[in-house]
């Protein structure tokens, strides 16, 4: 099927009154409106008749003829002040009116974000005073036209689980991160648990791996490994496009959906299946979100890190894309029927072989080719995965008596945990009768890929309640010996003797 994607400042199809006239962000609300953060940095709002804007930081309803302005209402749970909320949710201030009461001029809290919402009578009835204000207040500008040079600067801030002593453990438990924060070059998501890297904004693909490999040499000196698998916690790949050129910033911001919708055709419907099982709603197309650079393409997971040639590729293609569509206005390409981008279209932007290698990641992952790991260091025999709740020091035990399996590959155990209801039993093929529990075994080993996985259910008691006697944690060991052997996975002398 043949696509087309345009950015609508060069698709001009008829005769407009805006000829000539660049408008920044410019928006048609209809009904409530509260996606202030989706916003450029200056925006400009046409309100059809009877629009209501939710959630401003005003003392009162402010009722305009033409719209409504409401303000807003603190949440009961709430512990800091009016103030705190409305610089923390960055919510847009009221600066006044204009236009003979028929614009509402306002300016968001902490971003800073200029906004001009304007009546729809006043934006028909009124154009050529309006349009003077917008050129006047740097709402708009006489549309320039983008020349051959187009800088785009490159950015992401991949997450990562965290692996010491081979356990996936929470970013925040270890120094390197926690002090990092949220905005330092190494540190922590927002939820804290999962690590986040922030390398420098580069100019070419190449220069975006250098800058990575450069933090990842300081993450090194921590001893640990970064993951990409997510199935504990949700990873994102996040890739920020921006620029140097305040012009093309503005352009990348207003077309911001038509690039993502670019995007997602090229990069996120290849890239999205390799998410991990704890990324919930953050696996979804068309995911992005309007930064003071430019923007932020939300979809991919960060699975591509766990091969740096893939996140040269990854980038390539994305300067690529964009750079066409901010020069040409427009791109047309054909698709296949679940809406990727067809192989060929890819060389457009990629060789041949470099094509290829991007468009197989995906059935290298699900086949379990790819090692889930930033190449960086020596990967440990085993890794384990504790799933459901554990108290801290019977997981120790556990992982303490299992850590030196004589494994015959690095192998992934996940220790997960099974409900009160069903006694002191192991969900573990190779325990005897009296501890095996007797239903179906809810997980099944995974044991063709780069790093087997292996399930093994736990009693309750033994998470929760008691340590596991030493003589039955000995008896478990043998089980778990003895699993592995049957899957293949156990060292060939271990096996011989």
Same mark, same amino acid.
């Given at each position: ?347 457009? #932007? ?5 094509? *290829?290698?991007?468009?197989?990641? &995906?059935?290298?992952?699900? !086949?379990? /080719?790819? +090692? =889930? ?72 080993? #995974? ?5 087997? *996985?292996?399930?093994?259910?736990? &009693?309750?008691?033994?998470? !929760?309640? /008691?340590? +596991? =006697? ?28």
């Amino acid at each position: 099927m043949k696509k087309t994607v345009s950015l609508k400042r060069v698709s001009n199809p008829t005769p407009s009154p805006y000829e000539g006239v660049y408008i920044f962000g410019l928006r048609y609300v209809e009904g409530e409106f509260y996606d202030y953060e989706n916003l450029p940095k200056v925006a400009v709002l046409v309100a059809k008749q009877g629009s209501v804007f939710l959630d401003l930081a005003i003392n009162y309803t402010k009722y305009l003829g033409w719209a409504t302005l409401e303000y807003v209402v603190l949440p009961e749970d709430w512990e800091g002040s009016y103030d705190d909320f409305v610089y923390e949710y960055d919510l847009p201030e009221f600066v006044g009116l204009a236009l003979k009461g028929e614009a509402v001029r306002l300016i968001t809290t902490r971003t800073r974000r200029k906004i001009l919402v304007v009546s729809e009578n006043a934006w028909q009835s009124r154009w050529e005073e309006v349009k003077e204000y917008l050129l006047k207040h740097g709402y708009a500008t006489l549309d320039p036209k983008l020349g051959a040079e187009i800088v785009l600067t490159l950015g992401g801030d991949p997450e990562f689980e965290v692996i010491c002593d081979g356990e996936v453990v929470p970013a925040d438990s270890l120094l390197i991160f926690r002090d990092g924060g949220t905005y330092d070059p190494i540190g922590t998501d927002g939820a804290r648990h999962t690590a986040e890297l922030r390398p420098n904004p580069a100019y070419s693909p190449e220069e975006y791996v250098e800058n990575f490999l450069g933090l990842l040499e300081e993450v090194k000196s921590a001893d640990v490994l970064l993951s990409v698998q997510g199935d504990r916690y949700a990873l994102g790949g996040h890739i920020h496009i921006g620029s140097p050129d305040d012009y093309i910033v503005q352009v990348l911001q207003d077309e911001v959906e038509r690039f993502v919708q670019v995007l997602d055709d090229f990069v996120g419907r290849v890239l999205l299946p390799t998410s991990g099982k704890a990324r919930g709603g953050y696996k979804r197309l068309g995911a992005y979100e309007i930064k003071d650079y430019g923007w932020e393409y939300r979809t991919p997971p960060s699975s591509f890190y766990a091969d740096l040639e893939m996140v040269r590729l990854t980038y390539k293609l994305t300067k690529g894309l964009v750079e066409e569509l901010l020069r040409k206005g427009e791109i047309s390409y054909e698709t296949l029927e679940d809406g990727r981008a067809k192989p060929e279209e890819y060389l457009r #932007f990629l060789t041949k072989e470099e094509a *290829e290698y991007f468009l197989a990641f &995906p059935e290298k992952w699900a !086949k379990g /080719e790819i +090692i =889930p790991l930033v190449p960086m260091g020596d990967i440990p025999p085993v890794i384990f995965v504790f799933r459901d709740e554990w108290d801290d020091d019977k997981a120790w035990f556990f992982k303490e008596a299992l850590n030196y399996l004589p494994v015959e590959r690095p192998v992934r155990i996940v220790l997960y945990g099974l409900a009160q209801r069903r006694g002191d039993y192991f969900a573990l093929p190779t325990a005897p009768e009296e501890w095996r529990l007797k239903e179906d075994f809810p997980k099944v080993p #995974f044991v063709e890929g780069a790093i087997p *996985e292996i399930w093994v259910g736990i &009693p309750y008691r033994f998470r !929760k309640v /008691e340590e +596991i =006697p030493e003589g039955l944690l000995d008896e478990f060991v043998s089980w778990v010996k003895e699993y592995l052997a049957q899957l293949k996975l156990l060292a060939t002398q271990e096996v011989a003797e």
